[in-house]
């Protein structure tokens, strides 16, 4: 059954496993403790990032999700910087969610038959792109697999031998799934349900079941709340709830509701997620659409509590129990909602429409029955496929929703563009966009927009406006490290090193993890030849991230210098082992060569090429090396290649002429 559903998943997304990172990918895999398995730990930390010294992972502050940390630590471990291997990851586990649904309701409902059709249609809707197409969206896979895995086992422990054993793995499985999503909360709910469902509405019976479960629910909140803005933020929109505000809360949890179930039933675009604030035009009708809800659901319990709709139902509307919870958390009275907190609970509307094709297959007409199925699979699963197409690139994507998400248009938003311009190295569109964020002035914008703004001048060369920046970085918020290291390349760069010193010194005490600033600070070392310091810096950052390049390429400049041949070869050996980068490898082959050490040196140069065959100035450096004993025949095939690389680069012509020409002195002689 699991390669029937592996099979039917990849036919919905194999067209997705290439796409890039996005969004939130960028921000979370920007964390160099990711690149080191020793930092695995340090997932478990929480630092707030204003006091803290880079212990903690990047919104451990305002998110205590310890095993997303882990699962990022691991699969960069696995997959480096190529997105493809966690679209492959993300895949795998979203099979394995649609098994554990195979794999409850067959233990619950005692039909295989209807199992499969549920997991079929939970996979193939357009709603759950987000567990493939975002890279770092396997922990919310996970959350799905353990909650799931908690339930059963609580099942397991209901009837059958080990009653202990399941029930301690039930717990722990709850255990893991809070520590994946703060969401996991509603499990004791859907536990308490799940147990009066199986013991014929013997409440007494099932609330004895559950409270362990309720019980490790208080100590979790217990522990989770203090390091978190939870509290002051509850605090806040408790003391703006008045009765008018109660009312309208209603109403936009109505209008919530809606939103939700329109997307499950006509999945016209994508959805990642709303903000709603309270609703004021047609309150009561909105919230008169919340009466009738829970009328249905009513009349559903007195018509039977037992029968297959009511758990439907009651599966569905319990979901929206965290989502009440994060809209009083929100320092306005509002409600969000993000698809993949409700995906647990969304299965009671994939259930019921499975349950719904199936007694209209046994009852009527199993043509009309066949057809309908086939149209949601083939229709979802094209729909799919198509937001597959739009999440493959960041501007599309960020296209798409502003035509289709009223109120898109935000400044956090305008932020985002510019990052993604960032990103791809177009400076003029990622300015215009960081100027918008700049001109309306918010405060929790400005140190970032301002670095990034700096970052863009200190690239194509305008220092002084780049310093600037910085400075306005620094002012809105002093603990900007990478203000503070780019402030310091400045002065680096205009050799006024003792600023520079103080800048780095600062920006290393707010992130001890900080590969740039100390790089930075062994290039002053170096410069002022002392090699003792330098070495201690490059050889930090190799704790931090072992084969570091930049570092490793510096500690092989020094001990070329000093001569010290053991060390030359050992990070020579390391670096050419290691990196991927042509430019890295180039570098490292001509301060090889220039001390004499041409066989390493060649081999860097070799490996420069197999890793990036167009990289030109690998073959016109490797030619050099070759020129320079004599080997012209050999050099000038590799200028050769370098020139049909870029036919208007002088230099290979230039370096061609003079070997023929050496090469014909050397043939007389």
Same mark, same amino acid.
């Given at each position: 059954?699991?390669?029937?559903?592996?099979?039917?998943?990849?036919?919905?997304?194999?067209?997705?496993?290439?796409?890039?990172?996005?969004?939130?990918?960028?921000?979370?895999?920007s964390?160099?403790?990711?690149?080191?398995?020793?930092?695995?730990?340090?997932?478990?930390?929480?630092?707030?990032?204003?006091?803290?010294?880079?212990?903690?992972?990047?919104?451990?502050?305002?998110?205590?999700?310890?095993?997303?940390?882990?699962?990022?630590?691991?699969?960069?471990?696995?997959?480096?910087?190529?997105? =493809? $291997?966690?679209h492959?990851?993300?895949?795998?586990?979203?099979?394995?969610?649609?098994?554990?649904?195979?794999?409850?309701?067959?233990?619950?409902?005692?039909?295989?038959?209807?199992?499969?059709?549920?997991?079929?249609?939970?996979?193939?809707?357009?709603?759950?792109?987000?567990?493939?197409?975002?890279?770092?969206?396997?922990?919310?896979?996970?959350?799905?697999?353990?909650?799931?895995?908690?339930?059963?086992?609580?099942?397991?422990?209901?009837?059958?031998?080990?009653?202990?054993?399941?029930?301690?793995?039930?717990?722990?499985?709850?255990?893991?799934?809070?520590?994946?999503?703060?969401?996991?909360? +509603?499990?004791?709910f859907?536990?308490?349900?799940?147990?009066?469902?199986?013991?014929?509405?013997?409440?007494?019976?099932? *609330?004895?079941?559950?409270?362990?479960?309720?019980?490790?629910?208080?100590?979790?909140?217990?522990?989770?709340?203090?390091?978190?803005?939870?509290p +002051?933020?509850?605090?806040?929109?408790?003391?703006?709830?008045?009765?008018?505000?109660?009312?309208?809360?209603?109403?936009?949890?109505?209008?919530?509701?809606?939103?939700?179930?329109?997307?499950?039933?006509?999945? #016209?675009?994508?959805?990642?997620?709303?903000n709603?604030?309270?609703?004021?035009?047609?309150?009561?009708?909105?919230?008169?659409?919340?009466?009738?809800?829970?009328?249905?659901?009513?009349?559903?319990l007195?018509?039977?509590?037992?029968?297959?709709?009511? =758990?439907?139902?009651?599966?569905?509307?319990?979901?929206?129990?965290?989502?009440?919870?994060?809209?009083?958390?929100?320092?306005k009275?509002?409600?969000?909602?993000?698809?993949?907190?409700?995906?647990?609970?969304?299965? $009671?509307?994939?259930? =019921?429409?499975?349950?719904?094709?199936?007694?209209?297959?046994?009852?009527?007409?199993?043509?009309?029955?066949?057809?309908?199925f086939?149209?949601?699979?083939?229709?979802?699963?094209?729909?799919?496929?198509?937001?597959?197409?739009?999440?493959?690139?960041?501007?599309?994507?960020f296209?798409?929703?502003?035509?289709?998400?009223?109120?898109? !248009?935000?400044?956090?938003? #305008?932020?985002?563009?510019?990052?993604?311009?960032?990103?791809?190295? #177009?400076?003029?569109?990622?300015?215009?966009?960081?100027?918008?964020?700049?001109?309306?002035?918010?405060?929790?914008?400005?140190?970032?927009?301002?670095?990034?703004?700096?970052?863009?001048?200190?690239?194509? $060369?305008?220092?002084?406006?780049?310093?600037?920046?910085?400075?306005?970085?620094?002012?809105?918020?002093?603990?900007?490290?990478?203000?503070?290291?780019?402030?310091?390349?400045?002065?680096?760069?205009?050799?006024?090193?003792?600023?520079?010193?103080?800048?780095?010194?600062?920006?290393?005490?707010?992130?001890?993890?900080?590969?740039?600033?100390?790089?930075?600070?062994?290039?002053?070392?170096?410069?002022?030849?002392?090699?003792?310091?330098?070495i201690?810096?490059? !050889?930090?950052?190799?704790? +931090?991230?072992?084969?570091?390049?930049?570092?490793?390429?510096?500690?092989?400049?020094?001990?070329?210098?000093?001569?010290?041949?053991? #060390?030359?070869?050992?990070?020579?050996?390391?670096?050419?082992?290691?990196?991927?980068?042509?430019?890295?490898?180039t570098?490292?082959?001509?301060?090889?060569?220039?001390?004499?050490?041409?066989?390493?040196?060649s081999?860097?140069?070799?490996?420069?090429?197999?890793?990036?065959?167009?990289?030109?100035?690998?073959?016109?450096?490797?030619?050099?090396?070759?020129?320079? *004993?004599?080997?012209?025949?050999?050099?000038?095939?590799?200028?050769?290649i370098?020139?049909?690389?870029?036919?208007?680069?002088?230099?290979?012509?230039?370096?061609?002429?003079?070997?023929?020409?050496?090469?014909?002195?050397?043939?007389?002689?």
């Amino acid at each position: 059954m699991f390669g029937l559903l592996l099979g039917v998943c990849f036919l919905a997304y194999n067209n997705s496993l290439h796409n890039p990172f996005m969004m939130d990918d960028h921000q979370a895999f920007s964390d160099v403790k990711l690149k080191n398995i020793k930092f695995l730990p340090n997932s478990f930390i929480y630092t707030s990032q204003n006091i803290g010294h880079g212990e903690a992972f990047v919104e451990s502050g305002e998110y205590y999700r310890p095993m997303a940390y882990v699962i990022s630590l691991l699969s960069y471990q696995a997959f480096g910087d190529g997105p =493809f $291997g966690y679209h492959v990851l993300n895949l795998f586990l979203y099979t394995l969610m649609c098994f554990t649904i195979y794999i409850f309701i067959e233990l619950f409902f005692k039909d295989k038959i209807l199992a499969f059709v549920t997991g079929i249609l939970f996979a193939l809707h357009p709603i759950n792109v987000f567990f493939v197409d975002y890279c770092t969206s396997g922990i919310h896979s996970i959350r799905f697999i353990f909650m799931f895995l908690s339930v059963i086992f609580f099942l397991k422990t209901l009837d059958g031998a080990h009653r202990n054993i399941f029930y301690v793995i039930s717990l722990l499985c709850f255990a893991v799934a809070l520590m994946c999503h703060e969401t996991s909360i +509603v499990l004791p709910f859907y536990i308490l349900f799940t147990s009066i469902f199986v013991t014929k509405n013997n409440v007494k019976k099932a *609330v004895f079941k559950a409270w362990p479960h309720f019980l490790m629910l208080l100590f979790y909140l217990f522990f989770r709340f203090p390091h978190t803005i939870v509290p +002051v933020n509850l605090s806040n929109s408790f003391n703006q709830v008045g009765l008018s505000g109660f009312i309208s809360l209603i109403g936009t949890f109505s209008k919530l509701i809606y939103l939700y179930f329109s997307k499950l039933l006509f999945p #016209d675009f994508i959805v990642f997620g709303w903000n709603i604030l309270p609703t004021n035009k047609f309150i009561f009708i909105w919230s008169a659409g919340l009466l009738l809800l829970c009328a249905a659901w009513t009349m559903l319990l007195r018509a039977n509590a037992k029968g297959l709709p009511f =758990f439907c139902a009651t599966w569905m509307m319990l979901g929206f129990l965290p989502v009440t919870a994060a809209s009083m958390s929100l320092p306005k009275l509002g409600l969000i909602i993000e698809p993949q907190w409700l995906s647990f609970s969304s299965i $009671g509307f994939f259930l =019921f429409i499975a349950w719904g094709v199936l007694r209209l297959y046994a009852r009527a007409s199993k043509w009309l029955a066949f057809l309908l199925f086939f149209i949601l699979i083939i229709g979802w699963g094209m729909i799919t496929r198509y937001n597959n197409w739009i999440w493959g690139d960041e501007i599309r994507y960020f296209d798409f929703w502003k035509e289709n998400i009223e109120g898109f !248009k935000s400044t956090g938003n #305008d932020f985002a563009m510019g990052n993604i311009y960032l990103n791809k190295n #177009d400076y003029n569109l990622a300015r215009y966009y960081y100027r918008k964020v700049a001109q309306s002035g918010l405060p929790e914008y400005s140190a970032a927009v301002y670095s990034n703004l700096g970052l863009i001048d200190m690239r194509q $060369g305008h220092l002084d406006q780049a310093k600037e920046e910085f400075l306005l970085s620094i002012q809105g918020n002093p603990n900007n490290f990478f203000a503070l290291n780019n402030l310091a390349a400045i002065y680096i760069d205009r050799l006024d090193y003792k600023p520079a010193k103080w800048f780095l010194l600062r920006s290393l005490e707010l992130n001890k993890y900080s590969i740039e600033a100390r790089l930075n600070l062994a290039n002053i070392f170096e410069k002022e030849l002392n090699d003792k310091d330098a070495i201690i810096n490059y !050889k930090e950052n190799l704790n +931090v991230v072992p084969f570091e390049e930049h570092s490793l390429l510096g500690l092989i400049r020094i001990y070329v210098r000093m001569n010290v041949e053991k #060390d030359v070869r050992t990070y020579s050996q390391q670096l050419i082992a290691h990196t991927k980068n042509p430019v890295i490898l180039t570098g490292l082959g001509s301060i090889l060569a220039e001390s004499g050490r041409l066989s390493m040196a060649s081999e860097a140069f070799s490996q420069a090429m197999r890793i990036d065959p167009r990289y030109k100035q690998a073959f016109l450096e490797a030619g050099k090396l070759l020129a320079n *004993v004599r080997m012209y025949s050999e050099a000038i095939r590799e200028w050769q290649i370098g020139e049909r690389i870029d036919p208007k680069d002088q230099d290979f012509k230039n370096n061609i002429a003079k070997a023929m020409v050496l090469k014909s002195k050397l043939a007389s002689h």
